[in-house]
C-alpha cells in the first residue's frame, strides 16, 4: 500500500482559493490513479477529482467543475487539488485516495480506493 499525507487545508473566505497537497510514499507513485473526496459534517464521503496514472486524464463531480483542478507532479510524488472561487458548501475534511488497480471515470465511489490519507480540513466561510 502506498501512504498518503494530505495539507493545505485551512480557513478561507468565500470566492477565495486553496491547494491542497498530497504526498506519497512507500510504493512508485506513477502506478497509481489517485483521487479527492470529501466529507461534510452529518453526509457521506463524496467525489471530488480523479487523475489517471499520467496526468493524462481527469475527472471531476458536476459541483466543482471549472472550479478545481486536479494535478499531479510523478517526480515529487505528490498530487494536487487547486480550488478556486470557494462556496460555503465547499467545506469539509478532504482526503486523498490512491489505487493501482482503479481506471480513472466520472464519479468514482470510496471503494474504487484502497490507500486513503487522514484528511485535511477547509472551512469556507460566507
Known amino acids: 500500500q502506498v501512504q498518503l499525507v494530505e495539507s493545505g487545508g485551512g480557513l478561507v473566505q468565500a470566492g477565495g482559493s486553496l491547494r491542497l497537497s498530497c504526498a506519497a510514499s512507500?510504493?512508485?507513485?506513477?502506478?497509481?490513479?489517485m483521487g479527492w473526496f470529501r466529507q461534510a459534517p452529518g453526509k457521506e464521503r463524496e467525489f471530488v477529482a480523479t487523475i489517471s496514472r499520467s496526468g493524462g486524464a481527469t475527472y471531476y463531480a458536476d459541483s466543482v467543475k471549472g472550479r478545481f483542478t486536479i494535478s499531479r507532479d510523478n517526480a515529487k510524488n505528490t498530487v494536487y487539488l487547486q480550488m478556486n472561487s470557494l462556496k460555503p458548501e465547499d467545506t469539509a475534511v478532504y482526503y486523498c485516495a490512491a489505487d493501482i488497480d482503479t481506471m480513472v471515470a466520472a464519479n468514482l465511489r470510496e471503494t474504487d480506493f484502497r490507500s486513503w490519507g487522514q484528511g485535511t480540513q477547509v472551512t469556507v466561510s460566507s
Open positions: 512507500g510504493r512508485t507513485f506513477s502506478n497509481y490513479a
